[in-house]
């Protein structure tokens, strides 16, 4: 079965800081990986997505990802935050083939500070 | 083009009622899946459906039921309600199974509350 680990249940950085919100999973099969941002009083948006092929993911609002095999990562990282950026951030992964089931971490809260 | 629609986006409730919630999808999309999101237990898969079959379900006691219409609107119906059944319930879309590798698209979420 898979599992996903998001370590930081809370990450301050001050405003222009650069940002890695951490993310670990594991599967005995291949996986499709996901960030998703959180913001208050809203539902989840995708960030991002691995599905194959390059292991760097641009997403949107500047943000990026890194899946790591040998690791079991899906670091996600930003190079300058902005106060916009406090919200709550959420990895995911699917099972690539079989019965699925989307299994998400517990969730990061990302709080950027002035 | 309209976004994921739950309604309503706020509910109350007391003990042993019973509740639907409503979700329409995005345009086009074939798959719902519907998500428990709580404070202590985060965001737990209840069910999909696809073409009005439910594909897979979570670990839910079967007081938790949906279903899906002809125009893959959903709805989702929670009988017998406990306090522990407060949580934000949020739905999702995509354009094939889940398993098909499609993102999901979420609504705002329908913040059910027991008293």
């Known amino acids: 079965a898979q599992s996903v680990t998001q370590l930081d249940s809370q990450v301050p950085v001050f405003e222009e800081a650069p940002v890695e919100l951490r993310c670990n999973y594991s599967?005995?099969?291949?996986?499709?990986l996901f960030w998703y941002v959180q913001y208050p009083n809203q539902g989840l948006q995708l960030l991002l997505k691995?599905?194959?092929?390059?292991?760097l993911v641009k997403g949107i609002n500047g943000f990026e990802a890194e899946f790591n095999k040998s690791q079991t990562s899906f670091h996600l990282r930003k190079p300058s935050v902005h106060i916009s950026d406090t919200a709550e951030y959420f990895c995911?992964?699917?099972?690539?083939?079989?019965?699925?089931?989307?299994?998400f971490g517990t969730g990061t809260r990302l709080k950027v500070l002035a | 083009k309209a976004g994921v629609t739950q309604t309503p986006r706020y509910l109350i409730k007391t003990r042993g009622q019973q509740v639907t919630l409503s979700c329409s999808p995005i345009?086009?999309?074939?798959?719902v899946s519907w998500y428990q999101q709580t404070p202590g237990q985060g965001l737990q898969f209840l069910f999909e459906?696809?073409?009005?079959?439910?594909?897979n379900k979570g670990n839910f006691p079967g007081r938790f039921s949906g279903r899906q219409f002809s125009n893959s609107r959903s709805e989702m119906n929670v009988s017998t309600l406990e306090l522990g059944d407060s949580a934000l319930y949020l739905c999702?879309?995509?354009?094939?199974?889940?398993?098909?590798?499609?993102?999901?698209?979420f609504g705002d979420g329908t913040r059910l509350s027991i008293l």
């Open positions: 999702a879309s995509s354009l094939g199974p889940v398993d098909s590798n499609q993102p999901q698209h």
């Open positions: 599967s005995s099969v291949s996986v499709y």
């Open positions: 691995y599905l194959s092929g390059s292991t």
């Open positions: 995911a992964v699917t099972k690539v083939s079989g019965t699925y089931k989307y299994i």
């Open positions: 345009s086009g999309h074939r798959s």
């Open positions: 459906y696809f073409s009005e079959t439910q594909r």
